[in-house]
């Protein structure tokens, strides 16, 4: 049925671009199709906010194409709403753990197929992760630096550095050469790394992956430890809330000196 549809869906195109032609490559427009492309590939559902309705429609991605900028998606369920062109929309992924992946976009264009409508979204300019934090990420200051090195999905070893941590996870800022060579639930090896007196040597699985400096090749990953031993894990929370408890304690007190001033 949905190549039949598509095949629908490009003669009432015919061969007129959409979107302006063909734009140029860039390392942005690649991170953003292969997300989406792994939704189109898993047949995700995705969910559909459309500007000035508050019902929470879904939906399916049925065509991508990056030379476009266009993401061709299904009817939108519950049926009877018609999105019109130039209406902004709102796109929900879920993905693994109750996670979201998010983008804003516009209806370009609106096409029949068997009496139901199907819509031509534009390529967003950005993708947005929602994720479900169940402990406290302490931020790592600029004049501090920590530097992780861990085993990358491609057996290559990698120099990072840490901008946040919690006693389940991490973010970490790495210098690449392939900005598509980190991807969702991607395994890192042999991370390694001295925080507060604690040697975390452990596993990681990805669940995040953005740009920080595109042009400079330089992506922020946020992961999650895999089999960091218990008793480390629960020493490290305790490091992380004692850090915490004195920033608060350290800022009350420059407050209270700026009062009296």
């Given at each position: 049925?949905?190549?039949?549809l598509?095949?629908?869906?490009?003669?009432?195109?015919?061969?007129?671009?959409?979107?302006?032609?063909?734009?140029?490559?860039?390392?942005?427009?690649?991170?953003?199709?292969?997300?989406?492309?792994?939704?189109?590939?898993?047949?995700?559902?995705?969910?559909?906010?459309?500007?000035?309705?508050?019902?929470?429609?879904?939906?399916?991605?049925?065509?991508?194409?990056?030379e476009?900028?266009?993401?061709?998606?299904?009817?939108?369920?519950?049926?009877?709403?018609?999105?019109?062109?130039?209406?902004?929309?709102?796109?929900?992924?879920?993905?693994?753990?109750?996670?979201?992946?998010?983008?804003n976009?516009?209806?370009?264009?609106?096409?029949?197929?068997?009496?139901?409508?199907?819509?031509?979204?534009?390529?967003?300019?950005?993708?947005?992760?929602d994720?479900?934090?169940?402990?406290?990420?302490?931020?790592?200051?600029?004049?501090?630096?920590?530097?992780?090195?861990?085993?990358?999905?491609?057996?290559?070893?990698?120099?990072?550095r840490?901008?946040?941590?919690?006693?389940?996870?991490?973010a970490?800022?790495?210098?690449?050469?392939?900005?598509?060579?980190?991807?969702?639930?991607?395994?890192?090896?042999?991370?390694?790394?001295?925080?507060?007196?604690?040697?975390?040597?452990?596993?990681?699985?990805?669940?995040?992956?953005?740009?920080?400096?595109?042009?400079?090749?330089?992506?922020?990953?946020?992961?999650?430890?895999?089999?960091?031993?218990?008793?480390?894990?629960?020493?490290?929370?305790?490091?992380?809330?004692?850090?915490?408890?004195?920033?608060?304690?350290?800022?009350?007190?420059?407050?209270?000196?700026?009062?009296?001033?």
């Amino acid at each position: 049925m949905i190549s039949s549809l598509l095949e629908r869906y490009k003669s009432l195109r015919g061969n007129k671009p959409v979107n302006g032609g063909k734009p140029k490559e860039d390392a942005v427009l690649n991170y953003i199709y292969l997300h989406l492309h792994q939704a189109l590939r898993n047949r995700s559902f995705v969910e559909v906010l459309v500007n000035g309705d508050d019902v929470l429609y879904q939906s399916m991605i049925l065509w991508l194409d990056p030379e476009e900028r266009t993401i061709l998606i299904d009817e939108l369920f519950p049926t009877g709403l018609i999105g019109l062109s130039g209406q902004k929309v709102q796109v929900s992924i879920r993905q693994q753990a109750g996670r979201k992946l998010k983008f804003n976009s516009v209806i370009i264009e609106q096409h029949r197929y068997e009496g139901t409508p199907i819509y031509v979204l534009a390529m967003p300019e950005g993708l947005e992760s929602d994720q479900r934090r169940n402990a406290y990420r302490l931020p790592i200051s600029e004049k501090i630096t920590i530097e992780p090195h861990f085993i990358g999905p491609d057996d290559q070893t990698y120099l990072a550095r840490l901008r946040n941590l919690s006693s389940s996870g991490i973010a970490m800022e790495v210098e690449v050469d392939d900005v598509n060579g980190f991807g969702y639930d991607d395994q890192l090896t042999h991370l390694a790394f001295d925080f507060a007196g604690i040697n975390i040597d452990c596993g990681l699985a990805v669940r995040n992956v953005e740009f920080t400096e595109p042009a400079a090749n330089r992506v922020l990953i946020g992961a999650e430890f895999v089999d960091l031993p218990p008793p480390d894990q629960r020493v490290l929370e305790k490091s992380i809330m004692r850090i915490q408890r004195d920033r608060i304690r350290l800022t009350g007190e420059m407050e209270s000196q700026l009062v009296m001033m």
